[in-house]
C-alpha cells in the first residue's frame, strides 16, 4: 500500500506556515537529510536534502527500539509472554552463580520502561563480550526493578533476546508477516549481536516513509490500513508514562516521562528516536506523524526541531495560522535551495595539479586507527580513481569526479559491524596542492571527508567524519612507492 500524498492545502497547513519552518530549519543549519508530513493519514509535505532519497533504508540507531517494543506487543497480544514474567525465566542456562534478589524481580515491563534497575550505563561492560544475555544478567543490579530510571541500550537487546527465544525466530523473520509486511514495508536489515541475535536496541535501516508508516499504525491505536497489527491496550500502556525520566534530563522533551521504548513529549506527543536526530513523532491531539532522518551532531539539535515543529506546524493547525500567500512555486523554489545549499561545488581550477602532484601513483600510509595500508590513484579525464587498501573487506576502489556527483558502493561502519551500502562521492581542489574528497554515505548520516595535501613524493591524509559515536578521526603520513 502506498502513502497517500495530499498536497493542497485541505489539512490546515498553508504553503506560508510551511516555508516558515522550512526557512527556520535552514537558517538554524540543522541537518535534516529527509523530513516527511502526515496529517490525518496523508503526507501533505515531505522534502530530502542532496544526496540522500526518501526511499533509501536509513540506519536508525536507538529508533530501533520502539519497534522493539511494538514486537513486544504482538508476542504479548498472542500470549507468548507476559509483561510480568521474570527476564530469568527466559534464560535459566545463562545465570550467574548467584542470582541477587533484584535481578530476579527484574521482568518484561522493567526492560520496556528503562528501569530495571542497574545505576550506570552497562553498555560498555556488555558489547565488550561476545554472550550479550550472559554479560547481561551477570551485571550489579543495585536499585530494585521499578523504582529507578536509566536509559538502556542492553534493556532493549535482552527484549529482542525474550523474543527470539519465546518464538524461535529472528527479529525479523517474527515481524515481516506480523508488522512489515502488512505495513508496506520491504524485508529490512536489522544488525545482531556476535551471537546473531538482533540488536532490539539499534541496528534497524528503514526509509523515511517506512518510519512514517510505522508511526501511522501508532497514531492509529494499532490499526493500519484496516488490519490490527497489536493491539490498542499495548499501545496505550507503551505510549504512557511508565517511569519517570525527569532527574537531571537537560531537554524538556525528555523530560516528560517514559513509555515503553517511547520517550513522551509535550502537547500530548509521544516519540522514538535515535542518535543524531533519527525521529518518530506522534501527536494524537493533532492528528500528526512526522518522520525525519537527520545528521545532527547533538540531541540538542533534536529539540530545536522539535521546538520548530511546535511552532510552525503544530501552532499554525492550532487556530492562528499565517495568512497563506499561496506562493507554492515560492515554496518548492526554497525547498530546491535548500536541499543542495550543503553539498560540494564542483570546480577544476586546479586540474592541473594532477600530473605535478603525482596523481597516478601509489603511497604507502603510516600507522592508523582504521589500519589502512596504501592508497592509489588513477585518472581519466574528470574521473579519479581512488584504491583503498586495507587487506580486509574494505580493500576497495572509489570514484570521484571533479565535475559531478557518482554513486557508488562502499564497505563502511553503521552502527555495530561494516556494511556494504550506498555512497556518493565528490571531488574538488581546495588549493594547488590540497584535494577535498567527499564521500556521503546515504544509508547512515555519516559523511566522511579525505583531505590529502601533497608535497613532492610524500602526502598528509586525513579522515574527517562528521558525526560519529565510535569512529575516530586521524592523520597520517605518506610515502610514493610507486609512481
Not at 76 to 96: C, R
Request: aromatic fraction near 10%; proline fraction near 5%; charge should be negative.
Amino acid at each position: 500500500m502506498e502513502l497517500i500524498r495530499d498536497y493542497p492545502e485541505k489539512h490546515g497547513l498553508s504553503s506560508q506556515a510551511l516555508s516558515h519552518f522550512v526557512m527556520e530549519v535552514r537558517e538554524r543549519g540543522l541537518e535534516v537529510n529527509s523530513f516527511m508530513l502526515l496529517q490525518g493519514g496523508k503526507v501533505t509535505a515531505e522534502f530530502t536534502r542532496m544526496p540522500y532519497r526518501p526511499d533509501t533504508p536509513q540506519l536508525l540507531y536507538s529508533l530501533s527500539k520502539s519497534f522493539t517494543s511494538i514486537a513486544i506487543g504482538i508476542a504479548w497480544d498472542e500470549g507468548l509472554l507476559q509483561l510480568e514474567d521474570a527476564v530469568i525465566s527466559f534464560f535459566p542456562d545463562k545465570l550467574p552463580e548467584a542470582v541477587s534478589s533484584n535481578l530476579a524481580q527484574m521482568t518484561v515491563h522493567h526492560l520496556l520502561s528503562m528501569n530495571a534497575g542497574h545505576h550506570e550505563d552497562i553498555y560498555p561492560a556488555v558489547v565488550k563480550e561476545q554472550d550479550w544475555i550472559t554479560a547481561f544478567l551477570a551485571q550489579q543490579v543495585e536499585h530494585e526493578p521499578g523504582s529507578y530510571y536509566r536509559y538502556s541500550t542492553p534493556s532493549s537487546y535482552m527484549l529482542a533476546a525474550i523474543l527470539e527465544r519465546v518464538t524461535g525466530q529472528s527479529m525479523v523473520d517474527y515481524l515481516m508477516p506480523r508488522l512489515f509486511g502488512p505495513l508496506g514495508i520491504p524485508r529490512p536489515s536489522w544488525e545482531t549481536c556476535p551471537q546473531g541475535i538482533t540488536a532490539g536496541g539499534m541496528g534497524l535501516s528503514l526509509s523515511t516513509e517506512s518510519v512514517a508508516r510505522f508511526g501511522l499504525l501508532l497514531l492509529n491505536k494499532g490499526i493500519y490500513n484496516g488490519q490490527r497489527i497489536v493491539s490498542e491496550q499495548y499501545i496505550q500502556r507503551a505510549t504512557s508514562e511508565q517511569s519517570d525520566n525527569r532527574a537531571g534530563a537537560q531537554r524538556i522533551d525528555s523530560a516528560q516521562g517514559y513509555g515503553y521504548q517511547f520517550h513522551l513529549c509535550r502537547r500530548g506527543c509521544y516519540r522514538g528516536d535515535g542518535s543524531f536526530g533519527q525521529l518518530c513523532l506522534v501527536a494524537p491531539e493533532q492528528n500528526i506523524v512526522i518522520a525525519v532522518a537527520a545528521s545532527f551532531g547533538s540531541m540538542n539539535r533534536l529539540q530545536v526541531l522539535l521546538d520548530l515543529i511546535f511552532e510552525h506546524i503544530f501552532d499554525t493547525l492550532g487556530g492562528s495560522p499565517l495568512p497563506d500567500s499561496g506562493d507554492n512555486a515560492g515554496l518548492q523554489e526554497l525547498l530546491s535551495d535548500w536541499s543542495t545549499s550543503a553539498l560540494p561545488v564542483a570546480q577544476q581550477s586546479f586540474s592541473e595539479k594532477w600530473l605535478m602532484y603525482g596523481l597516478s601513483g601509489t603511497y604507502q600510509i603510516s600507522s592508523n586507527p582504521h589500519g589502512l595500508r596504501e592508497i592509489s590513484f588513477t585518472r581519466n579525464n574528470t574521473l579519479l580513481k581512488l584504491q583503498m587498501v586495507y587487506g580486509d573487506q574494505r580493500d576497495n576502489v572509489l570514484p570521484f569526479d571533479f565535475s559531478k556527483p557518482v554513486w557508488t558502493e562502499d564497505v563502511f561502519s553503521k552502527d555495530l559491524s561494516l556494511h556494504r551500502q550506498q555512497v556518493v562521492t565528490y571531488a574538488n581542489w581546495l588549493a594547488g596542492d590540497t584535494l577535498k574528497l567527499a564521500l556521503y554515505y546515504i544509508e547512515t548520516p555519516y559523511v566522511v571527508t579525505y583531505t590529502i595535501i601533497f608535497e613532492d613524493n610524500k602526502l598528509e591524509f586525513r579522515f574527517n567524519i562528521n558525526v560519529s559515536l565510535n569512529i575516530p578521526e586521524y592523520a597520517a603520513v605518506g610515502g610514493l612507492v610507486q609512481a
